[in-house]
């Protein structure tokens, strides 16, 4: 296709501002579905888990016509801990629409997403969405966006961004702030208007920086980018380099060719300069890597992607239950499911660890790792997760942690609930903004200091609190941060949970389970409010005796349990507990299952000496 026809661009925004939404009209009314033909809200969700959290989590690739044009779409994730996923394919497109919610303005990611977009030179088009809203202020939002490109200091053309004004859940779109407009033509319009053609010579050498690598069974590594010069077809010989990596010289022949035509890959005999292209047959191939030609082999410059700032213990379940529900439970079958995750997401590193059956994986944030998580389990894999930990950096001399930007919207009733456990957690307050009855605040925290915060939040506001954060920067150690205020409820022994036992012990805190779960010796079974952990007995039963029968337990009455989903049972984790992973269930425990073991370590750690410990275990 003729270069001057392609446009290149890339939807970007904070979480939940409508960026998958957008992506869906647009290819609706790109023509990309028959006008018969059934189409499921956010389409470009493909993931289960993504359809079910209601966000996206990886960066996906389609394209649609209008006007004889040919839009290649990449959605980007919105959610911080993804922010990876964005840093990666902004290198693959000429353009942006930066998505902003119509009431909440400009938030923690959109800086983030903006910042990189600008640093790469990017046209930018503002697409103000959800001006169907009633408590939309349009015009309030324009002068805060304007006021953030001035702050990340915007050159004039950019300061010139145009902006649309759009509702993508009714699939209209206007130039005009007055106007409601009747489709997405103005957008349309304004991309192909503003948006510049891809550059690069197609008399030159080839080149393409991967910017997405996928695996499949069937064809081996698939390697996605765009195009930046010369031609591609079936069986040409490439070589595949790094900028980063002077010695990576991999010769290597192109198998098969797929260009994007809605939301499908479609094979392809050859591609020219500014094409998104996959191609396979390129083994060994990493995100960041070159494709090139062997008469000019010299590699794209790739901006290292940012640092994790987030650390857990992956590790092999060995508790009385293991191996009972899930289907790849050794160490080499984590170890080769972990490496593999590395390879497709840049923001995740993975190390050994201190023991053969311990994996050490950093990411950006607790919602990375639970995501990867969650979605090992669903593949069928058994293992025990650590407490989540924030890397502590020695910068100068200086012991350094990692920082967060911390935006809160709540009711003004909650301030000072909100004020208060902010200052618990080292947060410093930056600035604060009233929105009719609602206030925005927004904080500088330690990041290990929003551990466990979120469903804390929803509990104080009544639900109706709302939290979003973006890594800042490292810096000096704030000093120890009391996280958690309760303690556990522990299982005395190996069993089933028996009513009896459940009635006794629900009067000392709340409980994770109900009547007939397996349980054993060293099992979190509750949460204790009074701080301290205690040891239950729930398979505990009612015997026969002169005056009663053992069968008369009908008369008890149990509290209903508390459910856990995976990320409060994280958030949940103290340092001496894991996190027990199975495709069926998730049980937290004691690192030391055995009482009189734990009560032991827990005074050698506290230096009280062999006798003082053995006396506490007693």
């Known amino acids: 296709m003729d270069r001057n026809k392609i446009r290149n661009v890339a939807i970007i925004a904070h979480v939940d501002h409508g960026k998958t939404s957008l992506v869906n009209e647009l290819l609706k009314q790109g023509n990309v579905f028959r006008d018969n033909q059934s189409v499921v809200d956010r389409v470009m969700d493909s993931n289960a888990l993504e359809r079910e959290r209601g966000i996206t989590i990886l960066s996906k690739n389609a394209s649609c016509m209008y006007d004889g044009f040919k839009i290649n779409i990449v959605d980007t994730p919105g959610h911080a801990d993804f922010g990876g996923e964005v840093e990666r394919v902004l290198k693959m497109v000429d353009g942006a629409l930066l998505v902003v919610d119509a009431y909440e303005g400009p938030m923690p990611q959109t800086r983030f997403v903006l910042e990189r977009a600008l640093a790469l030179g990017l046209k930018i088009i503002v697409v103000v969405n959800k001006i169907d809203r009633p408590d939309a202020r349009l015009k309030e939002v324009v002068d805060e966006i304007l006021e953030l490109f001035l702050d990340l200091d915007a050159s004039e053309e950019q300061l010139n961004s145009p902006f649309v004004f759009a509702s993508a859940r009714d699939g ?31 008399d030159a050498p080839f080149k393409m920086l991967v910017s997405s690598a996928e695996h499949n069974d069937y064809v081996g590594k698939l390697a996605v980018g765009k195009i930046t010069s010369g031609n591609l077809a079936v069986g040409d010989p490439v070589v595949l380099t790094n900028y980063h990596d002077k010695s990576k010289n991999v010769r290597s022949k192109v198998v098969s060719l797929f260009t994007y035509d809605g939301i499908k890959r479609v094979p392809a005999q050859s591609a020219s300069v500014g094409d998104i292209v996959c191609v396979s047959g390129i083994e060994g191939v ?57 390879v497709k997401d840049l923001s995740l590193r993975v190390s050994d660890g201190a023991t053969a059956d311990s994996f050490v994986v950093c990411g950006r944030g607790e919602m990375h790792l639970s995501i990867l998580i969650e979605t090992m389990r669903r593949d069928g894999y058994e293992f025990a997760v650590s407490m989540p930990k924030v890397l502590i950096k020695n910068i100068d001399g200086v012991k350094s942690e990692p920082m967060d930007s911390v935006f809160i919207d709540v009711p003004e009733t909650c301030v000072g609930t909100v004020m208060s456990k902010m200052g618990n957690r080292k947060g410093e307050l930056i600035d604060m903004t009233p929105h009719g009855s609602r206030i925005k605040m927004n904080f500088k925290v330690p990041a290990r200091g929003l551990f466990g915060y979120q469903s804390e939040l929803l509990t104080d506001t009544k639900g109706e609190g709302i939290m979003s954060s973006v890594f800042f920067d490292y810096e000096p150690y704030k000093g120890e ?17 028996i009513v009896y036992g459940l009635f006794n012990a629900q009067e000392r805190g709340t409980l994770f389970i109900g009547a007939g779960v397996p349980v054993y010796g060293g099992m979190v079974v509750g949460l204790n409010p009074r701080g301290d952990d205690i040891v239950v007995n729930v398979c505990k039963k009612k015997h026969l005796t002169n005056t009663r029968s053992s069968g008369s337990d009908d008369a008890l009455r149990l509290i209903t349990p508390l459910r856990m989903t995976l990320e409060d049972c994280i958030e949940f984790l103290a340092d001496d507990e894991i996190l027990e992973v199975t495709p069926k269930s998730l049980r937290i425990r004691k690192r030391i299952l055995d009482a009189t073991d734990r009560m032991r370590a827990r005074a050698k750690m506290l230096g009280l000496g062999k006798h003082a410990g053995e006396a506490s275990a007693d």
Not at 481 to 497: P, V
């Open 172 to 202: 209209v779109a206007s130039k005009l702030i007055t106007e409601r407009g009747r489709n997405m033509q103005p957008l349309f319009q304004t991309i192909i208007e503003h948006i510049a053609p891809p550059d690069g010579d197609g």
């Open 286 to 342: 990493m995100i960041g890597d070159t494709v090139c030609t062997e008469s000019d082999p010299a590699p794209i410059e790739f901006v290292k992607i940012a640092e994790p700032s987030v650390e857990m213990t992956f590790m092999v379940n060995d508790s009385p239950l293991a191996g009972r529900e899930g289907k790849y439970v050794t160490s080499r079958h984590l170890r080769d499911r972990l490496y593999k995750e590395a």
């Open 481 to 497: 941060i009391n996280r958690r205020e309760f303690g556990s409820l522990i299982a005395h022994e190996q069993g089933d949970s």
